[in-house]
C-alpha cells in the first residue's frame, strides 16, 4: 500500500482511528449475523477496535477476528474464512489504484456477508502533508459501480451490504 506507512503514524496518535466507526452500524451488522448464521467475523480495517474491546459488540455472540494493516498489534493477515466480514470507514482511504486488490481481499475472507460503509465526503483529518485521509472520494453510485465489477467468483453467495455516509 503506497499510504501504508503514512497511516501507521497517524495511528499511533491516541486519538486517532479508534474504531468507532463501527458504532452506527452495531445492530445492522448483529442483524446480518442473524440472518446469516454467521459464527465468525473479520472486521477488516479495524483501527484500534475500541468497540469491540470495550463489549459494545459482544451481543454479537460471534468470534470476532481483526485486521488493519497501519495498527502494529492488528497488522498479521489473517488465515482461513469468516462467515462474515466487516469494513467500515476503510476503503475511502485507500487509493483508487489499489481499490480493486483490497475489494477482492475483503470478498476472499467472507463465506456468507460482507458489510461496507464508505464514506462519500472528505475527512476532518489530513496528512502532515496536508493532503486529505480520505483520498478515494466518489459519489455513491462510483462506488457502487466499482464494486459491480469485482468478479462474481468472489460474490458468489454472499450477501453484500453496503452503506454510505
Not at 65 to 91: M, Q
Amino acid at each position: 500500500m503506497r499510504l501504508l506507512e503514512q497511516y501507521q503514524k497517524l495511528h499511533n496518535k491516541k486519538n486517532f482511528f479508534k474504531g468507532d466507526s463501527l458504532k452506527p452500524h452495531i445492530q445492522e451488522i448483529h442483524d446480518l449475523i442473524k440472518q446469516t448464521g454467521a459464527k465468525s467475523v473479520l472486521d477488516y480495517g479495524c483501527g484500534k477496535a475500541r468497540l469491540h474491546r470495550k463489549g459494545r459488540t459482544s451481543h454479537w455472540g460471534v468470534e470476532v477476528s481483526f485486521y488493519d494493516p497501519a495498527v502494529e498489534a492488528f497488522s498479521k493477515k489473517p488465515d482461513g474464512f469468516f462467515d462474515g466480514v466487516i469494513c467500515t470507514d476503510v476503503l475511502e482511504h485507500i487509493p483508487e489504484e489499489e481499490l480493486e486488490g483490497v475489494l477482492k481481499d475483503i470478498f476472499q475472507y467472507t463465506v456468507k456477508f460482507v458489510f461496507l460503509s464508505i464514506s462519500t465526503k472528505l475527512a476532518d483529518k489530513k496528512f502532515p502533508d496536508g493532503t486529505n485521509v480520505h483520498v478515494t472520494v466518489k459519489p455513491e453510485k462510483w462506488w457502487i459501480e466499482f464494486i459491480g465489477k469485482i468478479p462474481q467468483s468472489y460474490l458468489y453467495g454472499v450477501k453484500v451490504s453496503i452503506k454510505f455516509k
